[in-house]
Structures are given as C-alpha cells and as structure tokens.
C-alpha cells in the first residue's frame, strides 16, 4: 500500500503527551454517538434507563478487554450500539405477563439480560468460524461484498451527519474547515490531531457566539451548561445487575444477527485502513468473540450492548496513528470521565453541530475505504455477477432505511438496512457462479507486517 509509509504504528516514538492527545481525539470522536444511546434510551423508558456514567465505563473496559482478546493488535473502539434501540423500545412498551405491573426502571434490568444472550451469540459465530476455518469462511466474505458494505456503513451515517450540522451550519463549517486546514496543510503534532482540533476551535466559536447572544437555527441556545452545574465532581455509577426473561430475550437477541454482520464490515474496513489483514491475524474469532463478550458484560451491569465504531475507524485514516496503543488510552479515558460526572456533562455539552462538522469527515472517510477496499483488490466489476452483488448491496443497505421488521410469535424483530445488505450480499456470493477470490493469495501481502507481530 502506497501510504504505509507516511503512517505510525507505534505511537511511543511520539513520545507520552502526544500519545495522550491522540487518545484524546479518538475519545471525542466516539463521545457524542456513545452517550447519545443511554439519552435515546431514557426517553424511552421515561426517565428510568440508562446511566450515561455506566455507558462510558463499559465502553473503555469493554475496548480493553476487546483488545485483549485480539492480542493487544486491533485499533477498534467498541462504543455504544444503535442497532438496539427499537428492542429497547419494545421492551419499554412490554405490558403481559411479568411486564404488566412493573415500572420502567424495573424492565429495563430484563432488556439488558437479553443484550446479555445477544452477546453470548457471537461467541457461536465464532466458534463456526474457528471449526471451519478463517479461510473457507471468508470465501463467503470476499472484497465485492465486504467492500460495499464498508460503504454503506458510512453512507447510512451520513443523514446523522447532516442533521447535526444543520442545528448551526456556521459552527459545523468551522469544525469541518479546521479539520481539513490541519490535516493537509498542519505540521508536526497538529497535523495527526485535526479532529481534536476541530472540536476545541468550533467549541471555542461558540462559546464566543453563545456569550454574544445569538442562537441555532431553532432558536435554541448554542450551550447549555445546566447539567454542567447540577453534576458532582466525583460520583459512583449507577451499576444495576440484569435479568432474563424469554420475552426479553427474543426481543434482543435476534438482532445479534445484524451486529454481527456490521461486525464484520467494521472489522473490513479497519483492515483496510490499516493495511493489516485482522480477519486473518489476530482472527475473525477472537475479534467477534471480543465484541459479544464486551456486551455481554456492558449489559450484565446495566450497560447498552457495545459495537466497533466506525468513527474511529475514521480516525484512524486521517490520524494515520494506527497504534492500538492509542485506542486503550482513549479506553481508560472514557472509564475515568464515567467517576467525574461534571467533566463528563462539559463534553457532553459539546453542540450537535460540531459532532455533525466532525461526522462530515469521519463518515465520509469510512465509505471512501470501501471504495479503497474494492480497487485495491482488484474487484472486476466488469462481470456481471460482481456487479449485481455490488447493487443489490448498496440498495439493501441504502433503501431499508427502517429496516424490516416482522414477528416471531408476538415478538417484533427489526433487521436494520446494513444486517439486509450483509445477508443478502452474503447469500447472492454463495448462489451465483464464477467466484474469483481466492482470500489467501489476494490478502496475503497484507497480513506479512501482522504474522511477524507473532
């Protein structure tokens, strides 16, 4: 890969305080998506869900102990996942059998038991993958799959992006400015911390707007300091252990199966970025058997489930620091903010519109490395069976933008856009014939730097 060499694979020749900033940014850059899904699901369960002090530590144990299991190797942060959210509500609006008299608070330990046996199923994936070999399981997963995926990965995030920046478009052009300026034209240490600069100088631009009295496009005010001043300085999370219920359990455990295939594009396109083949090296199990535990354990303490985040991955493209080291910094950052509630509410506050000036990048990022993914291997688009898969995916991926949902028993299950594209994508690569991808001839140039690691 021709920017190998412009990158950093070990950020220890950086020396300590730069090392500490590059965390830094990788902890903004998940921040704002991370804390959104406890908000989100308070709503839902009016007040009662989730604690975003327990969200932040479970995030940076669960990214610690992912990277144990992918023997310290994989540059991936696992922050809060979205895919939950409708079991989440569902589970909410449960009013049968033991659900029928409970409070909000009191259903929530159950929708976080069946997060725990969601998790639990990647560890079955992973053992399918293990037995049959990384090899034969990836013929299922060749470049003209994955790589699309990669893309619609970034291009489902992309509404977010507007949305956000559409709350105070001025704001949102400064961050977006100050991330290109210090990432092409920045010297030095500031030309690998373009997102954390973003944040600090648009946060500056509106502190300085909000003090002048002007206000978003919704006549809201830019900052809003009120959690700022009701929060302690230090403060125990609220940890609350799940329960199990069969209800529960087949609300949020089928959509493991759509987490697990986002999983994999995460795990794609990090590869990508890095140039390093992890599907391989560490392996495809290790690193799913990390992610299903992370969230087995978030949500056995009342955590959301956890997922590879594609910011990050953003991050890591235009950083070009692909040292996990980095990644475990911004872990035990995001543990410690969850013991001081007042630092946590001042990042908190950060405006919608920065996050979307910062997204526009970062998502961005992620599809142009699904297009990377698909010409750097060679993927003929010429033949008609590529080219069908290739369109049927983006479609998929793109236009279930609601997902489909249908029942099982009196159960709702929802398969998000992005589990659609993989399965399809997966099932059209099995069915049609002229396969041309040999995994270990095309990605074994790829995987050199990592075997030697061993």
């Not at 929530?108 to 199923?121: D, E, S, W």
């Amino acid at each position: 890969m021709n920017n190998q060499k412009e990158t950093v694979t070990d950020a220890r020749q950086l020396g300590i305080p730069k090392m500490l900033l590059l965390g830094l940014q990788h902890m903004f850059a998940m921040f704002g998506a991370t804390i959104l899904v406890p908000i989100l699901v308070d709503g839902y369960f009016q007040g009662e869900g989730l604690s975003v002090q327990v969200t932040l530590i479970c995030a940076g144990l669960g990214t610690l102990f992912f990277h144990i299991c992918t023997k310290l190797q994989v540059p991936a942060f696992l922050g809060s996942s979205f895919a939950f959210l409708g079991g989440f509500a569902t589970v909410a609006n449960l009013d049968t059998g033991i659900f029928k008299d409970m409070s909000m608070g009191e259903k929530l330990p159950y929708a976080c038991g069946g997060i725990v046996v969601a998790g639990l199923l990647y560890l079955v994936l992973a053992l399918l993958v293990k037995l049959i070999g990384v090899q034969k399981a990836m013929r299922y997963l060749p470049p003209v799959v994955t790589g699309p995926i990669i893309i619609c990965i970034g291009l489902t995030l992309a509404p977010s992006a507007v949305s956000n920046a559409s709350t105070n478009w001025i704001i949102a052009i400064i961050a977006l400015a100050t991330i290109i300026i210090f990432n092409v034209w920045g010297k030095g240490m500031f030309k690998i911390i373009p997102i954390l600069m973003g944040v600090v100088i648009s946060y500056i631009a509106a502190v300085i707007m909000n003090a002048c009295g002007l206000h978003n496009a919704d006549g809201s005010e830019i900052l809003n300091f009120t959690e700022v001043t009701k929060a302690s300085w230090v403060g125990l999370p609220p940890f609350q252990i799940c329960k199990f219920n069969i209800s529960a359990i087949l609300v949020m455990a089928p959509i493991a199966l759509a987490t697990m295939m986002e999983h994999i594009g995460d795990i794609s396109a990090i590869s990508a970025t890095t140039g390093k083949n992890f599907i391989k090296n560490p392996g495809l199990h290790r690193t799913l058997i990390g992610d299903g535990i992370a969230t087995s354990l978030s949500a056995l303490v009342g955590g959301p489930a956890n997922t590879t985040y594609g910011e990050n991955t953003g991050v890591l493209e235009l950083s070009k620091v692909h040292d996990p080291r980095v990644i475990r910094l911004a872990a035990l950052f995001a543990v410690v903010l969850g013991f001081i509630p007042k630092v946590a509410e001042v990042i908190g506050s950060i405006p919608a519109s920065i996050i979307g000036g910062v997204s526009f990048i970062l998502y961005g990022m992620i599809s142009a490395i699904g297009v990377r993914n698909v010409v750097e291997n060679k993927v003929d688009l010429t033949k008609s069976r590529n080219l069908i898969i290739a369109a049927v995916i983006l479609v998929c991926g793109l236009g279930f933008s609601e997902g489909i949902t249908f029942d099982i028993g009196n159960t709702p299950i929802t398969l998000t856009g992005l589990a659609i594209a993989a399965i399809v994508g997966i099932a059209l690569n099995a069915i049609l014939p002229g396969k041309d991808y040999v995994f270990d001839e095309t990605e074994e140039s790829n995987v050199e730097d990592s075997d030697t690691e061993n």
